[in-house]
């Protein structure tokens, strides 16, 4: 059974940084691209940022392009998201997702996600 | 970036009804279109992709059609499972962002 298990939310002041983790298990994590999406509260989903399999290509949105980072490591089977400069309208909850493929923008399985508030 | 809207943002339905949700992207997506189902409290599950093909596990009763910059998602006799927030998103823009649609939530009349 896929899981996926965020952690490291919070409550972070404007300006701050806080870096998620997403602990993968029950598939071969390294075959599968991963993708980062947020919802704040409310509101609809948007997407965030996808990387590869193998960590070498990496996408963002616009809204947070240059403030946040991707990665992954793969003998951890853990997805990471570092983020920095973060405003209120970082807060949301954070989904990690899996794709099907190497570099997929589908997502085909989900966590449970991970609050973040920016706040002061 | 490209644009995705949907209509309506809110259905109401009764169970057993035929419903028709929309999808329209700002430009040609070919069919990299998938719909996601949301419920209350949960995380979005994946119903379909390739803007036809359905998930494994997923009732037959939904289905989706198109191609290009216009998709529905249409579910036949709706059942009390099915009363969520719906959301289409185009998964093959790389350079542009992978957008979700608004949402359309399809309520119990």
């Known amino acids: 059974e896929v899981q996926l298990l965020e952690s490291g939310g919070g409550l972070v002041q404007p300006g701050g940084s806080l870096r998620l983790s997403c602990a993968a298990s029950g598939f071969g994590f390294h075959a599968h691209a991963m993708s980062w999406v947020r919802q704040a509260p409310g509101k609809g989903l948007e997407w965030v940022a996808l990387?590869?399999?193998?960590?070498?290509?990496?996408y963002y949105a616009d809204s947070v392009k240059g403030r946040f980072t991707i990665s992954r490591d793969n003998l951890q089977s853990t997805l990471f998201l570092q983020m920095t400069s973060l405003t209120a309208g970082d807060t949301a909850l954070y989904y990690c997702?899996?794709?099907?493929?190497?570099?997929?923008?589908?997502?085909?399985?989900w966590g449970q996600g991970a609050l973040v508030t920016v706040s002061s | 970036d490209i644009q995705m809207t949907q209509s309506p943002s809110t259905l109401s339905a009764s169970v057993g009804d035929r419903v028709t949700l929309t999808c329209r992207a700002s430009?040609?997506?070919?069919?990299?279109l998938a719909w996601y189902q949301q419920k209350p409290g949960e995380a979005p599950k994946l119903l379909i992709h390739r803007a036809s093909t359905l998930e494994s596990g997923v009732p037959s009763r939904f289905s989706g059609t198109g191609y290009g910059t216009d998709f529905t998602l249409t579910i036949d006799s709706l059942q009390p499972d099915d009363f969520a927030t719906y959301y289409c998103?185009?998964?093959?823009?790389?350079?542009?962002?992978?957008?979700f649609g608004p949402g359309t939530k399809v309520e119990i009349k």
């Open positions: 430009e040609n997506m070919g069919n990299w």
């Open positions: 990387i590869d399999t193998a960590g070498q290509f990496s």
């Open positions: 998103q185009q998964y093959n823009s790389y350079l542009r962002g992978f957008a």
């Open positions: 997702a899996k794709g099907p493929t190497a570099a997929s923008a589908l997502l085909e399985d």
